[in-house]
T-cell receptor
């Protein structure tokens, strides 16, 4: 079974609108971390936001927020007020820290295009 | 400047010619790992290391070797490269093992095996 599932290969959003990128995960570890990374066309991996499995509140970082629903095993990224510079590939990732000794798993990514 | 440095950034080689991609971090991180990125498959973990002399296989270790003799360095070795190892490779580090800290990535190494 896939550890991280991103079901949206491509998304379009109008500039200044909000957009939600979906991510579901699968783990039996009691302790894990969830991450989102941005990969612009230049290729580097940029860390956006982190959510720990024991965190009670949803993480926020500026225009980014992570909608964490533990029972549903989902960790959707919400980008508010989209900007042209948000056009990029977005990866959801999970770090298991208990059973599997610190492995990271990445989804297949969502390509976001912001339309002027 | 805190960074993860990979070399070479770009390489074209031929089948069977051994090559090493170096990775060095200057942040005193315990955890280091290698990934390959292929279209439609996202990033897949090749090997990881939780500290010096401690390495373990990720999801796609076949055809690769690693070593961790010093904390700062984690080279990826392709003993006999094949065309299916053509990919974009990332090295990454994280402050501590057994911790939910994020990965800090190098800039990537694009490898083509002919």
């Amino acid at each position: 079974a896939q550890k991280i599932t991103q079901t949206q290969p491509g998304m379009f959003v109008q500039e200044k609108e909000a957009v939600t990128l979906d991510c579901t995960y699968d783990t039996s570890d009691p302790s894990y971390g969830l991450f989102w990374y941005k990969q612009p066309s230049s290729g580097e991996m940029i860390f956006l936001i982190y959510q720990g499995s024991y965190d009670q509140q949803n993480a926020t970082e500026g225009r980014y927020s992570l909608n964490f629903q533990k029972a549903r095993k989902s960790a959707n990224l919400v980008i508010s007020a989209s900007q042209l510079g948000d056009s990029a590939m977005y990866f959801c990732a999970m770090r298991e820290t208990f059973n599997t000794g610190n492995q990271f798993y990445f989804g297949t990514g969502t390509s976001l295009t912001v339309i002027p | 400047e805190a960074q993860v440095t990979q070399n070479p950034r770009y390489l074209i080689t031929v089948t069977g010619k051994k090559l090493t991609v170096t990775c060095s971090q200057n942040m005193n991180h315990e955890y280091m790992s290698w990934y390959r990125q292929d279209p439609g498959l996202g990033l897949r973990q090749i090997y990881y290391s939780m500290n010096v002399e401690v390495t373990d296989k990720g999801d796609v270790p076949e055809g690769y070797k690693v070593s961790r003799k010093e904390k700062r360095n984690f080279p990826l070795i392709l003993e006999s490269p094949s065309p299916n190892q053509t990919s974009l490779y990332f090295c990454a580090s994280s402050p501590r093992a057994q911790n939910t800290g994020e990965l800090f990535f190098g800039e990537g190494s694009r490898l083509t095996v002919l």
